[in-house]
């Protein structure tokens, strides 16, 4: 046994949090602001009311949108949920009630809040087996961006994030990958990009023209400038996704400016829920026969939220990152 000299505050709460189980395990915010208002505590036990279950978390997803709630700056007011709250969207686990559910491996959506907690209740309807041959942690990578991907590419043949660059190249795409940092350019040259082309450098837009003249579609994760500027490569009946605003802000792509460059719009994954719930189980399924692979950049365990939401926001992260509950 050691001892490490004058431990800092964050990882004595974290392991104090580790081991204290007589209730729920989470993650609460009690206020808006830095990564740091996310402190681990615990929570009276979740039941299940008519129609719902319980899942015993073992991993969840944080997301870029995630990281702007907690700062009390989400896309849209609507999305700013009633403090004290525990955020946390998609998560993967065992069903742990006496429900017909019971014992299985599923994924589900929480309609944006509880993921970041060791238990967690869903409507029923929200279940999806995760496939045999899936780990859950995949599953839970694919959830949301899977489906994403899915919809977009059923609209306009391409997808989201690292996951574009697989199902692009799968329907016979020549791709372009943009990204800011080269270890992200890497990874998207490993899955299968064309051309990569890093966007915080001046004259980028020359460097994609000249490699392959005007393009048919953008998917931009970025928004703000670079994704205007993206916008601005697209020829005459190409299509405009935006599905992310990594930037803080979406492209300020207006419809007078799309009609007038004779562009196509296509926001979001668009469709009803149970068209949604479709797409992520054909995401999951694709995955599970080797088609489709996420990539999961980072794991940190649950009470290290904070920490998760602090790498995002530095974009220190590739990939997608997720919460582990030990």
Known sequence: MFWRAC????????????????GVRAVMMREFGP????????????RAGPDEVVIGVEFANVTFV????????????????????????????????????????VVASLNGTGG???????????????????????????LADGRTALALVEAAGGGVGTLLVQVARRAGARVVALAGQQRKLALARDLGADVTVDYSRDGW???????????????????????????????AGGRFCPFGMASGRFA??????????????????????????????????EAAAGRLRPVIGQEFELAGAARAHAAIEARKTVGKTLLTVP
């Open 116 to 142: 970041y907690a060791e238990r967690a209740v869903t409507t029923a309807s929200q279940l999806i087996r995760i496939p045999d041959g899936l780990a859950t942690r995949d599953a839970v990578a694919l």
């Open 252 to 285: 300020p792509v207006t419809p007078e400016l799309a009609q007038d460059r004779q562009v196509t719009v296509r926001t979001g994954a668009g469709g009803n829920p149970a068209h949604l719930a479709a797409l992520a189980r054909m995401a999951l399924a």
């Open 35 to 46: 990564p740091e208002v996310l402190e681990p505590a615990e929570v009276a036990e979740v």
């Open 205 to 235: 837009e020359r460097q994609v023209r000249d490699a392959v003249g005007e393009v048919d579609v953008v998917f931009d994760g970025v928004g703000g400038d670079i994704g205007l500027a993206a916008f601005g490569l697209l020829g």
């Open 7 to 22: 431990p800092d505050l964050g990882s004595l709460r974290e392991e104090s949090f580790r081991w204290r189980r007589p």
């Open 66 to 105: 995630e990281t702007q709630v907690r700062a009390g700056r989400p896309p849209h007011p609507s999305m700013l949920p009633a403090l004290p709250a525990i955020l946390g969207n998609g998560v993967g686990g065992t069903v742990s009630d006496s429900s017909p559910w019971s014992g299985l491996q």
